[in-house]
């Protein structure tokens, strides 16, 4: 009896054997059509872009599969206009982050050409030019190397900041340095610093990656680290399982958790940067709402919170101050995905300095939309409908306000 179970559990475990290595085998063999093609690069002078001219693939194998090529600046869009400006042009640049970036469509379903389409409608066929500049996990403070290098010299008529839930934090290198694991001082993009009630500018520091915090402790089972580093099928496995099954997959992968990973961050910070690890008292990253969550929660917020609030009032302020001395204009549209304490604290910041908004959950609204129908299922970004829609909105302010100019 017993050796009979023996050798159905052998046969079994050996049919189970080859099966996976016949799976891993095609995975190899004809690699799976959701494989991402990423190439990024450190440009010195903008910090993270894509290769310019470019093969750029994203894809989570369930709501879309998009390959294009990124444009002479490495960035997701057609090829940059010229730095003449023709007569009778009407220019609109947008900058943001994966928003616009905007993997997740073809360019031509992209914010920017569905914007184009509709005021040269609305111009009788007069030109409009529009280009974008969206890097993920960009903030506006990192965004202004895109105005000084890209935008600025072509003198748009209009800037449009695309402000999404995470911009509070992308603009604190302290918030970002604990999200991501680079040392406040050090960061691969530009940031800004306070100093006695002073902010100022803090560059890039091209030797980053010299001064990265330490990660939390790997505790993911041996088998779990052993296989995704080895095998490909297991990675596209597992990454299904993320997107559709997520408990299975946090049991199987028993990753380390959001709040594990900023504590151990957070420890490292009050050993090399105490005074920065005392601007986060007052927030448990175990127990507290996540670092965008904490935008949503009332005041007082912990003193981190509240520099990153001044921070992006200053980012703002840049933007407004630098478009006013070429002729431009500037507008702010908040996505869909912003929560309504974090869109009062936008309006604020934005009527303090005279900065027009334009709300895409509010057009939604009126269009009778839901904001599940402006994205993707299993992905928040925007899907074609809500690319849409956000022209639709950033259309009609700009021909309420007359941005575009007829003659």
Same mark, same amino acid.
């Given at each position: 009896?017993?050796?009979? #179970?023996?050798?159905?559990?052998?046969?079994?475990?050996?049919? /189970?054997? #080859?099966?996976?290595?016949?799976?891993?085998?095609?995975?190899?063999?004809?690699?799976?059509?959701?494989?991402?093609?990423?190439?990024?690069?450190?440009?010195?002078?903008?910090?993270?872009?894509?290769?310019?001219?470019?093969?750029?693939? +994203?894809?989570?194998?369930?709501?879309?599969?998009? *390959?294009?090529?990124?444009?002479?600046?490495?960035?997701?869009?057609?090829?940059?206009?010229?730095?003449?400006? =023709?007569?009778?042009?009407?220019? /609109? =640049?947008?900058?943001?982050?994966?928003?616009? *970036?905007?993997?997740?469509?073809?360019?031509?379903?992209?914010?920017?050409?569905?914007?184009?389409?509709?005021?040269?409608?609305?111009?009788?066929?007069?030109?409009?030019?529009?280009?974008?500049?969206?890097?993920?996990?960009?903030?506006? @403070?990192?965004?202004?190397?895109?105005?000084?290098?890209?935008?600025?010299?072509?003198?748009?008529?209009?800037?449009?900041?695309?402000? #999404?839930?995470?911009?509070?934090?992308?603009?604190?290198?302290?918030?970002?340095?604990?999200?991501?694991?680079?040392?406040? &001082?050090?960061?691969?993009?530009?940031?800004?610093?306070?100093?006695?009630?002073?902010?100022?500018?803090?560059?890039?520091?091209?030797?980053?990656?010299?001064?990265? +915090?330490?990660?939390?402790?790997?505790?993911?089972?041996? @088998?779990?680290?052993?296989?995704?580093?080895?095998?490909?099928?297991?990675?596209? +496995?597992?990454?299904?399982?993320?997107?559709?099954?997520?408990?299975?997959?946090?049991?199987?992968?028993?990753?380390?958790?959001?709040?594990?990973?900023?504590? &151990?961050?957070?420890?490292?910070?009050?050993?090399?940067?105490? *005074?920065? &690890?005392?601007?986060?008292?007052?927030?448990?990253?175990?127990?507290?709402?996540?670092?965008?969550?904490?935008?949503?929660?009332?005041?007082?917020?912990? =003193?981190?919170?509240?520099?990153?609030?001044?921070?992006?009032?200053?980012?703002?302020?840049?933007?407004?101050?630098?478009?006013?001395?070429?002729?431009?204009? @500037?507008?702010? @549209?908040?996505?869909?995905?912003?929560?309504?304490?974090?869109?009062?604290?936008?309006?604020?910041?934005?009527?303090?300095?005279? /900065?027009?908004?334009?709300?895409?959950?509010?057009?939604?609204? =009126?269009?009778?939309?839901?904001?599940?129908?402006?994205?993707?299922?299993?992905?928040?970004?925007?899907?074609?409908?809500?690319?849409?829609?956000?022209?639709?909105?950033?259309?009609?302010?700009?021909?309420?306000?007359?941005?575009?100019?007829?003659?």
């Amino acid at each position: 009896m017993w050796r009979s #179970v023996k050798l159905v559990a052998l046969q079994l475990a050996g049919t /189970v054997l #080859v099966l996976y290595l016949v799976l891993e085998g095609w995975a190899r063999l004809f690699p799976p059509k959701d494989k991402t093609v990423w190439p990024l690069v450190q440009n010195p002078a903008v910090g993270t872009t894509f290769q310019p001219n470019a093969r750029v693939v +994203l894809t989570n194998g369930l709501d879309f599969h998009v *390959e294009e090529k990124s444009n002479e600046a490495g960035f997701l869009d057609r090829p940059l206009p010229p730095i003449a400006k =023709a007569p009778g042009v009407c220019r /609109v =640049a947008f900058i943001g982050d994966s928003i616009v *970036e905007a993997a997740q469509v073809p360019i031509r379903q992209k914010v920017h050409v569905q914007l184009q389409k509709l005021l040269e409608a609305s111009r009788s066929g007069k030109p409009v030019e529009t280009m974008a500049f969206g890097i993920s996990g960009t903030g506006q @403070l990192n965004q202004l190397a895109y105005l000084e290098a890209f935008v600025r010299p072509r003198k748009p008529d209009v800037i449009v900041l695309v402000f #999404v839930s995470n911009d509070f934090a992308n603009n604190s290198t302290l918030l970002e340095s604990i999200r991501v694991g680079w040392h406040p &001082a050090h960061a691969p993009r530009t940031f800004a610093r306070e100093k006695n009630g002073v902010i100022e500018l803090q560059p890039i520091d091209p030797n980053w990656m010299k001064h990265r +915090l330490p990660a939390a402790e790997d505790e993911r089972p041996f @088998l779990h680290r052993t296989l995704h580093k080895s095998s490909r099928f297991y990675r596209w +496995l597992y990454a299904k399982l993320t997107l559709q099954y997520p408990a299975v997959a946090a049991w199987m992968g028993r990753e380390p958790t959001f709040g594990s990973r900023i504590a &151990a961050r957070i420890a490292a910070l009050s050993k090399i940067v105490p *005074e920065d &690890a005392r601007l986060l008292e007052g927030w448990d990253p175990v127990t507290a709402p996540t670092i965008d969550g904490m935008f949503e929660e009332p005041d007082p917020l912990p =003193a981190a919170f509240l520099q990153a609030l001044r921070f992006t009032s200053f980012a703002i302020e840049e933007y407004r101050r630098r478009a006013a001395q070429d002729g431009s204009r @500037l507008l702010v @549209l908040g996505t869909h995905e912003l929560w309504d304490r974090q869109e009062n604290r936008l309006r604020q910041v934005l009527a303090e300095r005279g /900065v027009p908004y334009v709300s895409l959950k509010a057009h939604i609204a =009126a269009k009778g939309g839901t904001i599940a129908d402006a994205q993707w299922r299993h992905d928040a970004h925007w899907n074609p409908q809500g690319h849409v829609w956000a022209a639709e909105a950033l259309a009609q302010e700009i021909e309420k306000q007359g941005l575009c100019p007829r003659d």
